[in-house]
Protein backbone atom coordinates (compact mmCIF):
# COMPACT_ATOMS: atom_id res chain seq x y z
CA UNK A 1 0.00 0.00 0.00
CA UNK A 2 1.18 3.51 -0.96
CA UNK A 3 1.44 6.49 1.43
CA UNK A 4 -2.01 7.88 -0.59
CA UNK A 5 -3.49 4.89 -1.38
CA UNK A 6 -3.66 4.99 3.23
CA UNK A 7 -5.31 8.04 3.05
CA UNK A 8 -7.73 7.10 0.57
CA UNK A 9 -8.74 4.05 2.89
CA UNK A 10 -8.80 6.25 5.75
CA UNK A 11 -11.44 8.23 3.83
CA UNK A 12 -13.73 5.40 2.96
CA UNK A 13 -13.27 4.15 6.76
CA UNK A 14 -14.54 7.94 8.00
CA UNK A 15 -17.66 8.37 5.27
CA UNK A 16 -19.92 7.04 8.53
CA UNK A 17 -20.23 8.05 11.94
CA UNK A 18 -19.08 5.83 13.56
CA UNK A 19 -15.07 4.22 14.05
CA UNK A 20 -14.31 1.16 14.36
CA UNK A 21 -11.13 1.09 15.94
CA UNK A 22 -9.90 -2.17 15.04
CA UNK A 23 -10.37 -1.99 11.49
CA UNK A 24 -8.86 1.63 11.72
CA UNK A 25 -5.71 0.22 13.66
CA UNK A 26 -5.72 -2.75 10.97
CA UNK A 27 -5.60 -0.45 8.18
CA UNK A 28 -3.09 1.84 9.54
CA UNK A 29 -0.30 -1.49 10.16
CA UNK A 30 -1.41 -2.31 6.67
CA UNK A 31 0.98 0.72 4.96
CA UNK A 32 4.39 -0.11 5.63
CA UNK A 33 6.29 3.22 6.27
CA UNK A 34 8.37 4.24 3.60
CA UNK A 35 9.91 7.85 4.23
CA UNK A 36 10.06 8.55 0.28
CA UNK A 37 6.16 8.54 0.59
CA UNK A 38 5.93 10.89 3.47
CA UNK A 39 8.77 13.10 3.60
CA UNK A 40 7.47 16.08 2.24
CA UNK A 41 5.32 16.45 5.73
CA UNK A 42 8.59 15.56 8.03
CA UNK A 43 9.36 18.94 8.94
CA UNK A 44 11.64 19.09 12.51
CA UNK A 45 12.51 21.86 14.77
CA UNK A 46 15.77 21.66 16.57
CA UNK A 47 13.74 23.48 19.37
CA UNK A 48 10.30 20.87 19.87
CA UNK A 49 8.74 18.31 18.17
CA UNK A 50 6.63 19.64 15.12
CA UNK A 51 2.92 18.69 14.21
CA UNK A 52 2.55 18.69 10.51
CA UNK A 53 -0.81 18.06 8.77
CA UNK A 54 -1.17 15.72 6.35
CA UNK A 55 -4.86 15.84 5.77
CA UNK A 56 -7.66 17.19 7.26
CA UNK A 57 -10.71 13.97 6.64
CA UNK A 58 -13.21 15.59 5.37
CA UNK A 59 -13.94 17.27 9.17
CA UNK A 60 -14.35 13.70 10.15
CA UNK A 61 -10.22 13.47 11.29
CA UNK A 62 -6.93 15.13 11.22
CA UNK A 63 -4.07 12.96 9.86
CA UNK A 64 -0.92 14.62 11.26
CA UNK A 65 2.76 14.03 11.01
CA UNK A 66 4.58 14.22 14.42
CA UNK A 67 8.53 14.53 14.32
CA UNK A 68 10.52 14.33 17.09
CA UNK A 69 13.87 15.59 17.26
CA UNK A 70 16.63 14.02 19.13
CA UNK A 71 15.24 13.82 23.07
CA UNK A 72 12.05 15.82 22.71
CA UNK A 73 8.50 14.84 24.11
CA UNK A 74 5.22 15.84 24.54
CA UNK A 75 3.70 17.25 27.70
CA UNK A 76 0.80 15.10 29.81
CA UNK A 77 -1.97 15.55 27.69
CA UNK A 78 -5.54 14.35 27.40
CA UNK A 79 -7.43 13.91 23.63
CA UNK A 80 -10.55 16.88 23.80
CA UNK A 81 -12.80 13.14 24.02
CA UNK A 82 -11.09 12.45 20.39
CA UNK A 83 -10.04 8.38 19.21
CA UNK A 84 -6.24 8.93 19.15
CA UNK A 85 -4.29 6.33 16.74
CA UNK A 86 -0.59 6.58 16.31
CA UNK A 87 1.65 4.69 14.08
CA UNK A 88 5.61 4.91 14.40
CA UNK A 89 7.28 6.21 10.81
CA UNK A 90 10.48 6.30 11.59
CA UNK A 91 12.46 5.47 14.92
CA UNK A 92 10.83 4.73 17.98
CA UNK A 93 8.89 6.23 20.72
CA UNK A 94 8.26 5.91 24.52
CA UNK A 95 4.51 6.12 25.54
CA UNK A 96 4.17 6.72 29.28
CA UNK A 97 0.14 6.21 30.21
CA UNK A 98 -1.36 8.26 33.15
CA UNK A 99 -4.52 8.38 35.13
CA UNK A 100 -6.85 11.50 35.36
CA UNK A 101 -6.35 13.41 38.51
CA UNK A 102 -8.68 12.01 41.19
CA UNK A 103 -9.40 15.47 42.48
CA UNK A 104 -8.43 18.56 40.55
CA UNK A 105 -8.79 20.38 43.70
CA UNK A 106 -5.97 18.77 45.35
CA UNK A 107 -2.43 18.81 43.94
CA UNK A 108 -0.32 15.71 43.66
CA UNK A 109 1.78 13.66 41.08
CA UNK A 110 -0.31 12.04 38.52
CA UNK A 111 0.32 7.77 38.78
CA UNK A 112 1.55 6.20 36.30
CA UNK A 113 -0.38 3.21 34.62
CA UNK A 114 2.09 2.14 32.06
CA UNK A 115 5.01 2.48 30.09
CA UNK A 116 5.35 1.13 26.29
CA UNK A 117 7.89 1.61 23.50
CA UNK A 118 6.69 1.52 20.29
CA UNK A 119 8.90 0.33 17.02
CA UNK A 120 8.58 1.59 13.19
CA UNK A 121 5.87 0.33 11.78
CA UNK A 122 4.02 -0.35 15.19
CA UNK A 123 0.16 1.00 16.25
CA UNK A 124 -1.33 1.93 19.17
CA UNK A 125 -4.83 4.12 20.22
CA UNK A 126 -5.93 5.75 23.23
CA UNK A 127 -8.63 8.05 24.41
CA UNK A 128 -9.40 9.65 26.85
CA UNK A 129 -11.16 6.83 28.86
CA UNK A 130 -8.45 5.19 28.67
CA UNK A 131 -5.86 7.94 30.23
CA UNK A 132 -3.70 10.70 29.78
CA UNK A 133 -0.10 10.17 28.18
CA UNK A 134 3.18 11.13 27.05
CA UNK A 135 4.86 10.60 24.36
CA UNK A 136 8.56 11.32 23.95
CA UNK A 137 11.68 10.52 21.73
CA UNK A 138 14.19 9.03 24.26
CA UNK A 139 17.27 8.89 21.58
CA UNK A 140 19.81 11.54 21.18
CA UNK A 141 21.38 10.30 18.36
CA UNK A 142 17.90 9.46 16.01
CA UNK A 143 14.93 11.40 15.18
CA UNK A 144 11.80 9.96 15.25
CA UNK A 145 8.50 10.31 13.30
CA UNK A 146 4.64 9.10 14.07
CA UNK A 147 1.57 9.92 11.97
CA UNK A 148 -1.79 10.33 14.16
CA UNK A 149 -4.96 10.27 13.42
CA UNK A 150 -7.75 11.96 15.60
CA UNK A 151 -11.25 11.86 15.44
CA UNK A 152 -12.72 13.99 15.43
CA UNK A 153 -10.41 16.73 15.03
CA UNK A 154 -10.02 19.51 17.91
CA UNK A 155 -7.67 22.64 18.45
CA UNK A 156 -8.15 22.70 22.08
CA UNK A 157 -6.75 20.26 24.80
CA UNK A 158 -5.69 20.03 28.19
CA UNK A 159 -1.89 19.64 29.45
CA UNK A 160 -1.21 18.40 32.88
CA UNK A 161 1.90 18.92 35.41
CA UNK A 162 2.85 16.13 35.86
CA UNK A 163 4.18 17.28 39.63
CA UNK A 164 0.53 18.32 40.78
CA UNK A 165 -2.02 16.84 38.50
CA UNK A 166 -3.43 20.55 37.34
CA UNK A 167 -4.54 20.97 34.27
CA UNK A 168 -4.28 23.71 31.52
CA UNK A 169 -6.17 24.34 28.28
CA UNK A 170 -3.34 24.99 25.44
CA UNK A 171 -4.30 25.74 21.83
CA UNK A 172 -3.43 22.64 19.36
CA UNK A 173 -1.82 24.32 16.09
CA UNK A 174 0.40 23.11 13.36
CA UNK A 175 4.00 23.98 12.36
CA UNK A 176 3.12 22.79 8.27
CA UNK A 177 0.04 22.25 6.17
CA UNK A 178 0.56 20.08 3.55
CA UNK A 179 4.05 20.25 3.28
CA UNK A 180 4.03 24.15 3.69
CA UNK A 181 5.69 25.67 6.86
CA UNK A 182 2.78 27.66 8.28
CA UNK A 183 3.89 31.22 10.04
Known sequence: ?????????????????????????????????????????????????????????????????????????????????????MKIMDGQLKETLYAWPRDPNVEEPLAVTNTNVYKNNEVTYICDQIGLHRIENESHSNGAASLHLYSPPFDMAQSFDQRTGKAFQCPVTFYSEKGEITK
Not at 18 to 33: A, G, T
Open 1 to 85: MQFKELITQLHELFAGDEVNIDLVKHVMESYNSNPEDWKKYAHFSPHRYTRNLVDRGNGKFNLILLCWGEGQGSGVHDHSNSHCF
